[in-house]
């Protein structure tokens, strides 16, 4: 019982340590978009990710790791942009706009 009770407090004080070392990613101001009220980052082939928020320092703009939208532990949430209505879809889905002429992608 004493064992189990030791390994509790070890997990409980490892918690707030797991929240300092978030990391930081920094991000290209050419990789970034705003245009929809959102925080898009390219990670190429036009996918993208998105942040709850954007940071600076003296190294430039990050978002942190946790605030990046995920389907699941595994994974970001992943969208490309139509290159010719600008809107966000999920990878793998055709653009949704009835009036947009792309048959991408
Ligand atoms: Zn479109």
Redesign the pocket.
């Given at each position: 019982m004493k064992k189990i009770i030791c390994a509790l407090l070890f997990l409980s004080t490892l918690a707030p340590l797991s929240a300092i070392v978030d990391e930081k990613m920094y991000i290209d101001t050419n990789e970034l978009d705003m245009s929809k009220g959102r925080f898009k980052i390219h990670v190429g082939h036009n996918h993208w990710i998105e942040t709850k928020s954007i940071m600076h320092d003296q190294s430039g703009l990050y978002t942190l790791e946790s605030n990046i939208l995920k389907w699941d532990e595994s994974g970001y949430v992943k969208e490309w942009k139509?290159p010719?209505?600008y809107?966000w879809w999920p990878v793998k889905t055709p653009?949704q706009?009835k009036d947009?002429p792309?048959t991408y992608p």
């Open positions: 139509c010719y209505c809107n653009c706009n947009c792309s």
